[in-house]
């Protein structure tokens, strides 16, 4: 009768076997002596550190001698000459003379010994280090009070607190629907049941890589290894840490169940803000206990654990929807889910309840809590202790508010229900407001932050283009462009045809006036010259972070074809302001922990220029040239401040979805936006620099302006654009003065452009 065929593993499955036994015979010599091997290595560590260099050698060199495989060696090799029975001999025999191959041998045998031997005393000493003071997984079940971690504003105004109270409710799992363990367990360690608390190929293996990609030591932790690494250890990420984890968690699977880690992981885990365990979850995000949720739910609550501040629908709704649904897609593919019941689920509605708790500026406070939670751990920010203090007014930002909803109240029948508004001081890059939505707490969109999104500028992105142009000297400010119609044939696409907001053309116009008035056509014809990826390129340099797709844009990437940030666009404005020097932004000042030991301070985070002093200030001089633009909006516009020198600039969308108004002096930056955070369209009747922005923006800077003389006591005129040292001037057109980059004025005679540049009416451009 045939034997029952035994069943074989393949190679991936065989070398995870043996990966997994190996650390789980390591781990078992720490567990089961525990202290006494502490104790022991204690010793080893410390009788082999007091030993000199030369002790360690010797003994190296005793070992060799009384080697039992070398006596052996030598007993065969000295019978086979002699016949010698080695028994009888107690005292000495005299060597033959060896071959060069035994002397040979002999070293090889020498250096294996003390490379052994050597091994034996650094593993004696990292293995102390690996396990000294490593926590008892019994521990596991304690409760640590948290530190509550306190958000200021600059002027020591609390702006928000975390764990004021103690916002965690244990609940036995029994009462839990299963879908609500099923869908943690499908998204964070879908082989929780099968494996002892690490998985070596699946996730270990996996976290190497992606260490040796980015750099940065990152996780691959099962549900076993976070509960340990929330509870027991440290936040840092190092390779020590990841190792103290492993050993933990396979120590504590073996003293605790399944059922038990579970939930130990569901009451502990952080869900974001003061919600910890999914209780406290299930009642901060829908206001219901656990044993209420729905699948949709209990899927949305699952993705929150890896990057609470990141996939929360408080701060970004769309994609904590998209992390839900990811959620259940593994429920459906690991089979938690039916066909059906995972349809169903898509589409269940998410009645998220809005946060009540006590905070100012809830936009710029989680874009804060995001950033320490990036440098700090999420444990530590949220129950660390920490005194942070950032670089917000709340003055100007409560300013900014009010503002806001006054103004979207004027223009609500243009349907316009949203808005935004960012204040910087670009010559340190503190953010002083950041108003995100006009709402925090409205449904369903008001946790939307704008300033950190993605959104199309318009023609507000038209200064970077230009830059490009000035600092590579194809144009001067008095350069003449064309505007008349054009068409450009990109191969195998179709014909671009630009035309201006007016809906018409100006013939020859000055570069100066191209740009302050915002014509479309110039702008296109311009940027064709200095070509596409070469202002990519630049814009980049200037600080724009989102345009990671060069080959996808083309010649209306200077009309606003191409996503931004607000806070990105703040930046490059920042070097306009800046006389070209680029200053990333930083809303931080100082982080204290409780104990009163700074963790980090305000540096400004400043960079060469990039472009010159010269650029920077025609640009700046264009946009604040009241005169240049009165074609487009007149002379008596808001974007005028009497009394003040304020560059600024207008965009937007076509599709009216998007109206924004960028303005700045050499001391501070306001960017406002208008529109719906739906992406429905705004009425047509929308004026660019009359309705929308422009009026919100001139309150907002206004007011920091005056705040600002009040602050300072000023009373000499207000600051103007230094005119640099690289710049010349000379009278043009209109006999008005022009300025030029200093060796650009004699190749320009104010009647045409440097070159002889211009396009003819059909181009190609790849």
Not at 124 to 146: A, E
Not at 755 to 760: E, G, K, Q, S
Request: glycine letters at 6%; one cysteine or more.
């Amino acid at each position: 009768m045939q034997g029952k065929k035994k069943k074989t593993l393949s190679l991936a499955g065989q070398i995870e076997s043996v990966a997994y036994k190996l650390l789980l015979y390591i781990v078992l010599i720490f567990i089961v002596i525990g202290d006494t091997i502490r104790l022991f290595f204690t010793s080893i560590y410390s009788f082999f550190s007091s030993l000199p260099s030369f002790l360690i050698i010797f003994s190296v060199r005793i070992i060799h001698l009384f080697s039992r495989t070398e006596m052996k060696i030598e007993r065969k090799r000295y019978a086979n000459y002699t016949k010698i029975d080695f028994k009888k001999i107690t005292k000495t025999y005299t060597k033959p003379k060896r071959s060069r191959l035994d002397m040979i041998q002999m070293k090889m045998q020498y250096f294996i010994s003390g490379l052994i031997v050597a091994s034996l005393i650094v593993l004696v000493q990292t293995s102390y280090v690996f396990i000294q003071d490593l926590p008892n997984p019994k521990l596991i079940g304690n409760v640590n009070f948290p530190v509550s971690t306190e958000i200021y504003d600059r002027n020591g105004k609390l702006l928000y607190e975390l764990f004021r109270e103690q916002d965690r409710t244990p609940i036995n799992i029994d009462s839990l629907p299963p879908y609500v363990i099923h869908a943690t367990i499908s998204i964070e360690d879908k082989n929780f049941y099968n494996h002892k608390g690490i998985s070596p190929l699946g996730g270990i293996l996996r976290a190497v890589k992606e260490t040796a990609r980015t750099g940065k030591v990152q996780g691959g932790s099962t549900i076993t290894q976070q509960l340990i690494k929330t509870s027991l250890l440290s936040p840092e990420r190092t390779l020590i840490r990841k190792f103290r984890e492993a050993i933990l968690a396979i120590w504590t699977e073996r003293i605790y169940t399944k059922k038990e880690i579970l939930q130990m992981y569901l009451n502990q885990v952080p869900y974001g803000g003061s919600a910890y365990g999914i209780e406290e979850a299930a009642k901060s995000y829908f206001n219901k206990s656990s044993v209420d949720l729905t699948v949709s739910e209990a899927a949305l609550l699952a993705g929150l654990t890896r990057a609470p501040s990141k996939y929360s629908p408080f701060v970004d709704p769309k994609l904590a929807k998209q992390r839900r649904d990811e959620v259940l897609s593994n429920m459906y593919q690991f089979g938690y889910l039916s066909k059906e019941q995972y349809g169903t689920a898509q589409k269940q509605p998410l009645n998220i309840q809005p946060p009540k708790t006590f905070i100012r500026a809830p936009h710029f406070v989680f874009y804060v809590k995001s950033i320490l939670e990036e440098k700090y751990g999420i444990r530590r920010v949220e129950e660390g202790g920490l005194r942070v203090v950032t670089s917000l007014d709340l003055d100007i930002q409560d300013k900014a508010e009010d503002v806001l909803n006054e103004e979207l109240e004027k223009i609500k029948n243009l349907n316009v229900s949203n808005g935004a508004v960012l204040v910087t001081s670009p010559s340190t890059g503190e953010i002083l407001a950041m108003v995100g939505s006009k709402n925090y707490f409205e449904n369903p969109f008001g946790a939307y932050n704008v300033t950190i999104a993605k959104r199309q500028p318009g023609s507000s992105i038209k200064p970077l283009m230009y830059s490009l142009a000035l600092e590579k000297e194809f144009y001067t400010a008095a350069s003449i462009i064309d505007d008349s119609p054009v068409v450009f044939q990109s191969p195998g696409g179709r014909p671009y045809r630009p035309v201006n907001y007016d809906g018409r053309f100006h013939g020859q116009t000055p570069l100066r006036y191209a740009l302050a008035n915002s014509y479309n056509v110039p702008a296109v014809k311009v940027l064709n010259i200095v070509g596409v990826q070469n202002f990519v390129q630049h814009a980049e340099n200037m600080g724009i972070t989102t345009w990671d797709q060069p080959e996808r844009f083309g010649l209306s990437l200077t009309l606003g074809g191409g996503e931004v940030r607000m806070i990105d666009m703040a930046e490059a404005y920042g070097i306009f302001a800046n006389s070209g020097r680029k200053v990333e932004l930083n809303p931080i000042l100082s982080v204290v922990d409780y104990k009163g030991n700074k963790l980090e301070s305000f540096t400004i985070k400043s960079q060469d220029n990039v472009i010159s002093s010269a650029t920077s200030f025609i640009i700046s001089d264009i946009l604040s040239d009241n005169v240049a633009r009165q074609s487009a909006f007149g002379s008596n516009s808001d974007l005028v401040i009497p009394n003040h020198t304020t560059a600024v600039k207008t965009g937007t969308t076509n599709d009216k979805r998007d109206n924004l108004t960028y303005g700045y002096t050499p001391k501070f930056f306001t960017g406002v936006w208008v529109g719906n955070n739906n992406n429905t369209p705004m009425n047509q009747a929308l004026t660019s620099g009359i309705t929308g922005a422009s009026p919100i923006w001139n309150r907002v800077m206004r007011y920091v302006l005056e705040k600002d003389i009040k602050v300072t006591s000023e009373v000499q005129p207000p600051l103007q654009f230094g005119i640099p040292l690289d710049v010349v001037s000379k009278t043009c057109y209109f006999n008005r003065i022009e300025y030029f980059k200093i060796g650009t004025e004699n190749k320009a005679d104010c009647k045409g452009r440097l070159f002889d540049l211009t396009p003819t009416p059909i181009m190609e451009f790849n």
